[in-house]
């Protein structure tokens, strides 16, 4: 931001950074802080921009200034304590930053029910004998790559949590205020207030630039305008942006023993060479938050997953490498003695060819299609019900010991462009209304009289208030928005599908082109080149798509007018998976069940454009084709956006605007102070949301469950890429995106459900691969049905039909040929010979395996069910020593309240005592002896008490909050300031 009239901006931080020297502290209604004791107090630091400088502000800047100001001034009535540099900038953003004291962290954490160590703590049982010396052998062989991170909740001790109370402050384990709520909560808490809290503005229409941010009547009157939260500020351009600072450097300067979060985070996860270590996501939790710290749990679970699925891909693997050489199919085409003379790849310029010459293909189809593929097939289909229910079981453990069961979901504000649409509505429901009700009583001249002057006034100001309950976005209002989804979805299939057939094009014109070259290598190799050539396409194709489908679901989104983050999150992550789905996957279902099913036969060939001749699968099928694909698109996709899209791109970024700011940087270099925590935040890349990891992550469990018959390394390759991708994302994490705001989240949401219907999925798609891309079901039935020998000698000539060559239609028949005469060919089918009464119709073979093609669907299917219900019921969802210690810890805290009500009745008999005996003997108690009342509002730990050698302890008054508040009718008698309180 170069000018003064651009300085919109707003940053939470919540360290305990002191305030710099020359900064305008504005306290709140309790009084001013003292500098010393805001540093120790650990209160939460934020940052609103305001305009300054000499030069004159235009009116929309003027309006945006007076926005802010009434902004911070209702903060400051929130409790919050505002805190401005001093100096004026003649460039760049200014900084405002916001203190939250004790006590409204105390009262903020009551309303969001925040669970809280109590000073209750029970032992956890420990096991013996065998599971004992397992256990702790365990622990040995995992202590290497444990990282360097303090564990102090996971001794053998654990403290019962309880949502946080004020009247309960003596039950809470309370050793410092200073670090009872870490740096995550408290800048949730701040946050919270930010998005609550409320500015009213009344927009005079001074000119055209006014009208366009401050709309008013028909009549000149102005229009009141209710802004709620930080984030409507931020879309109207009141404020930059809303982010908590980071606790400070990630690297370290000083000892080992000094490291904040941030730095150890640094350390011991986001780097390349801690990558055999387990993630602290304890810490990672800590820092960024439970949303952020469930999906790096999820990925970790997931990439450890993948450990057993790479060694039993690589067995498979092996398995066919180590039977290449004796399996009688391959053998039968690499045998040049049995002299198949296959049918011309094109017509008219291509020749005969003898199927030797695709020896290559036939054995590298052998090393994924063999029989041990089809156990890979079914066990993946299990490791993905396996996965699923390990998670589920991880994520309540972690939400056991993250203190999250049973919280409640909390209250979502509406977005800010659904309340911007909702105004419109309101505003021309106004215009409509006011013609016919409500039409003030005008003189002859035209004016106004006093009564109806004061109501129309009344009218204008409670015009745009707070909407009525029947006032709501409807269906009505979104149907533009859901026609335009639904015609751009269908718009965007539509182009994926065009991709597809373009590449399908391009695949039939090569082909043809290189069948003609007069050299044999070339002609040999046309398949591999082919396929090869046409999947880097298809990738670019994908890679280019993928950006602009983001886009686009974006924007579609948008359109729908969503109430909520949360349902714009679900929205925007459904339209972009079933996009970025589509586009990932089309070309690879086509090869795996399209090509060569409608290619026709030799004399009757399905034409497209009637010139180009659909294409066929390779005489040993479409699965090394459909492996080649796979593979492909797999690693470059992972590739490609690793290094490219997540590394390359945001470097980019980062070194174009550091040079933009080199130079007034110099200029300014002798003036300014060294940059603060919040200058050197401000300039890291904004968090957008956990979407797109997710999204990376949940397409690649589909190339690893989806197809993975036709590719037993994808998992091999997919724990590799998670490996990098982790320590890549918490490097992102930690040193190049603002720190974002800590949510509570008890699950990874509907990313969850996609997980389940994929694997679901997988099951099917995996059995028509085998069935129908494979010879898996061919080659059993010729074993079985009509091999002579019982083996799978004469396998390739039942495959491969014949074909009379005088049956060729005119200009389709090579025009020369170096074979000979030539009378009968081959192709790959199960049809009638030409000498047969039904020349060239469907067999009784075809429909033998047709029949066994289905039968194994459906087997395969029933099969892999069957065994994931019984997965699934053998794994509980919850872990028995989680529900044992629930149990526990709900019979200690019940007996923990029932004594601590026990205590209180004791008390206040003991004093109903007291206060007898003193009125026996004719005396009243003193000011100094009576007892203090516990208030609801006390936000400090109780002091020593009467007769304790101390005097009365003095209650704190909790900071007000307008929004919330009600005037309380004053007492005749004068109240002592500290034991004031303000009913919430």
């Not at 200034?65 to 003649?90: C, W």
């Not at 105390?106 to 049982?125: D, H």
């Not at 809470?172 to 800048?187: C, E, L, M, V």
């Not at 892999?864 to 805290?893: C, G, H, N, Y």
Request: hydrophobic share 40%; net charge positive.
């Amino acid at each position: 931001m170069g000018s003064v009239a651009q300085d919109q901006l707003s940053i939470v931080s919540n360290g305990n950074f002191p305030p710099p020297a020359g900064s305008d502290a504005a306290a709140g209604p309790g009084g001013s802080l003292r500098r010393e004791e805001a540093a120790s107090a650990g209160e939460v630091f934020m940052e609103l921009g305001i305009a300054r400088g000499g030069e004159p502000l235009e009116a929309a800047d003027h309006e945006m200034h007076l926005i802010r100001q009434e902004f911070e001034a209702n903060l400051l009535e929130a409790g919050l304590e505002v805190e401005r540099d001093s100096e004026t900038k003649p460039h760049g953003p200014s900084f405002t930053r916001i203190h939250a004291p004790w006590p409204v962290l105390c009262r903020e954490a009551e309303f969001l029910k925040i669970k809280v160590p109590t000073k209750q703590s029970y032992e956890l049982k420990e096991e013996s004998g065998f599971g004992s010396r397992m256990s702790t052998m365990w622990r040995k062989l995992k202590h290497p790559f444990q990282p360097n991170v303090s564990h102090p909740d996971h001794g053998s001790t654990k403290f019962l949590s309880h949502c946080f109370s004020r009247d309960k402050l003596h039950m809470y384990n309370i050793t410092s205020k200073d670090t009872f709520f870490d740096n995550a909560t408290r800048g949730r808490i701040v946050y919270e207030i930010l998005r609550r809290t409320v500015c009213v503005r009344t927009c005079q229409t001074i000119g055209p630039s006014m009208r366009s941010c401050c709309p008013a009547l028909e009549d000149g009157s102005p229009f009141w305008t209710r802004i709620t939260g930080i984030s409507t500020l931020i879309a109207k351009g009141a404020y930059d942006s809303a982010f908590p600072l980071h606790d400070g450097d990630f690297k370290v300067t000083g000892h080992l023993e000094e490291r904040n979060d941030r730095q150890v985070l640094f350390e011991e996860w986001a780097r390349y060479s801690a990558f055999y270590k387990y993630q602290p996501i304890d810490l990672v939790r800590k820092y960024f938050g439970e949303k952020i710290g469930l999906y790096f749990a999820w990925l970790g679970v997931y990439t450890q997953l993948l450990i057993p699925a790479s060694i039993v891909g690589i067995i498979v693997f092996g398995y066919g490498v180590a039977t290449v050489d004796t399996n009688i199919p391959s053998l039968e085409m690499c045998d040049e003695r049995l002299n198949f003379t296959m049918c011309p790849l094109c017509d008219g310029a291509c020749d005969y060819w003898h199927l030797s010459t695709a020896c290559g293909t036939a054995r590298a189809s052998h090393l994924f299609d063999n029989p041990a593929t089809v156990f890979f097939a079914i066990f993946m289909s299990l490791w993905a019900v396996l996965f699923l229910e390990h998670w589920k079981r991880r994520q309540i453990s972690l939400s056991f010991s993250w203190d999250l069961t049973g919280i409640e979901e909390d209250e979502e504000h509406p977005r800010p462009k659904y309340e911007t649409i909702l105004l419109q509505k309101r505003q021309r429901k106004q215009k409509k209304k006011k013609k016919k009700k409500n039409e003030p009583e005008k003189q002859k001249d035209g004016t106004v009289t006093g009564k109806d002057r004061w109501r129309q006034k009344l009218l204008s100001a409670m015009s745009a208030g707070v909407p009525t309950v029947i006032e709501k976005l409807t269906w009505k209002d979104r149907l533009p928005g859901y026609f335009m989804n639904i015609s751009s979805i269908l718009f965007m299939f539509g182009l994926t599908f065009s991709a597809v057939f373009g590449v399908i094009i391009y695949r039939i014109t090569v082909s043809a082109l290189m069948a003609m070259s007069p050299d044999p290598e070339t002609k040999s190799n046309v398949r591999v080149t082919v396929t090869a050539t046409a999947v880097i396409i298809n990738l670019v194709v994908i890679l280019i798509l993928d950006e602009i489908y983001g886009a686009v679901a974006l924007w579609l989104t948008e359109l729908e007018i969503p109430k909520t983050e949360t349902n714009f999150e679900e929205r925007l992550i459904l339209k972009a998976f079933l996009l970025k789905f589509m586009n990932a996957y089309a070309p690879i279902f086509y090869v795996a069940f399209f090509k060569g099913r409608f290619a026709g036969r030799p004399g009757s060939y399905v034409y497209v454009f009637n010139n180009y001749r659909m294409e066929e699968c390779a005489p040993g099928g479409c699965l090394i084709e459909l492996c080649i694909q796979l593979s492909i698109i797999m690693l470059g996709k992972q590739l490609i956006q690793n290094n490219i899209f997540e590394i390359g791109i945001p470097k980019l970024k980062k070194l174009i605007r550091a040079l933009k700011e080199k130079e007034p940087t110099q200029k300014q270099k002798d003036e300014e102070r060294p940059p603060q925590q919040w200058n050197l935040d401000y300039a890291l890349a904004p968090f957008e949301g956990l979407t797109p990891e997710y999204m990376e992550m949940i397409i690649q469990f589909g190339f690893v469950s989806l197809f993975v018959a036709s590719f037993p390394l994808a998992p091999l390759f997919a724990l590799l890429n998670n490996v990098i991708e982790i320590r890549l994302d918490a490097k992102k994490f930690v040193t190049e995106l603002r720190r974002p705001v800590a949510a509570r989240a008890k699950d990874i949401g509907i990313w969850y459900n996609i997980l389940s219907g994929m694997g679901k999925l997988s099951v099917i798609i995996n059995a028509f691969v085998i069935s129908f891309t494979s010879d898996f079901i061919p080659r059993l039935v010729y074993q079985y049905m009509y091999s002579q020998t019982g083996t799978m000698h004469g396998f390739i000539d039942h495959t491969l039909s014949f074909f009379n060559v005088s049956n060729f239609k005119p200009g389709t028949a090579p025009p020369y040929s170096d074979h000979g005469d030539i009378t009968v060919c081959r192709y790959k089918d199960y049809r009638e010979p030409p000498w047969s009464p039904d020349a060239y119709q469907l067999s009784k073979q075809y429909w033998c395996v047709l029949s066994a093609r289905l039968a194994f669907v459906i087997l395969f299917q029933n099969l892999v069910m069957f065994l994931s219900l019984i997965v699934a019921w053998v794994i509980p969802d919850v872990p028995k020593t989680i529900v044992e210690q629930l149990k526990r810890e709900k019979k200690l805290l019940v007996n923990l309240f029932l004594q601590e009500e026990k205590e209180k009745f004791q008390l206040i008999q003991s004093l109903f005592v007291k206060d007898a005996t003193l009125h026996s003997k004719g005396q009243s108690p003193s000011t100094g002896q009576a007892f203090p009342i516990l208030g609801r509002y006390s936000t400090l730990p109780s002091g020593p008490m009467a007769g304790e050698g101390g005097g009365p302890r003095v209650r704190c008054r909790a900071a007000s909050f307008s929004q919330f508040s009600e005037k309380i009718s004053s007492s005749p008698r004068k109240e002592n300031t500290n034991s004031k309180h303000t009913a919430v």
